[in-house]
Nanobody, 126 residues
Framework: QVQLVESGGGLVQAGGSLIVSCTASGRTFNRYAMGWFRQAPGKEREFVAGISWTGGSTDYVDSVKGRFTISRDNAKNTVYLQMNSLKPEDTAVYYC???????????????????WGQGTQVTVSS
C-alpha cells in the first residue's frame, strides 16, 4: 500500500514563505520521480514542480519559477517544496505526486500517471 502524506500547509501573508513536505510509505521512491501539483477552487489541477529520481533534474510551471524550489531526501523518502515570495494566486490545495515509472523524470510527473497524496491547503492572504 503506497501512501503519500503532505504536511506544512497553512495560512501566510503575501510575500511570505512556506515549505510543504511529503513523506512516502509503502514503497521506497528513490528510483522514481516526485513532484507537486495544485488545484484552486473552480480550476483544474495543474503541475507545479517535479524532480527526477536522482534529484539532478527539476522542472517548474512558469508562474513559480524563481520563487519555488523542489528538493528531495531519498534517505527520508521525502520530497519538499520551498515556496518563497508567495502570492494570493498561489492559494490552492497542493498535492504530492510520485511517478509510477522507474527511473522517471519531471516530464513523467507532469504526464500525470502518479500516486497522489491527499493534499494540503496553502492560503496566501493579500
Amino acid at each position: 500500500q503506497v501512501q503519500l502524506v503532505e504536511s506544512g500547509g497553512g495560512l501566510v501573508q503575501a510575500g511570505g514563505s512556506l515549505i510543504v513536505s511529503c513523506t512516502a510509505s509503502g514503497r521506497t521512491f528513490n528510483r522514481y520521480a516526485m513532484g507537486w501539483f495544485r488545484q484552486a477552487p473552480g480550476k483544474e489541477r495543474e503541475f507545479v514542480a517535479g524532480i527526477s529520481w536522482t534529484g539532478g533534474s527539476t522542472d517548474y510551471v512558469d508562474s513559480v519559477k524563481g520563487r519555488f524550489t523542489i528538493s528531495r531526501d531519498n534517505a527520508k523518502n521525502t520530497v519538499y517544496l520551498q515556496m518563497n515570495s508567495l502570492k494570493p494566486e498561489d492559494t490552492a490545495v497542493y498535492y504530492c505526486a510520485a511517478s509510477t515509472r522507474l527511473y522517471s523524470g519531471p516530464s513523467h510527473i507532469r504526464q500525470g500517471d502518479n500516486y497522489w497524496g491527499q493534499g494540503t491547503q496553502v492560503t496566501v492572504s493579500s
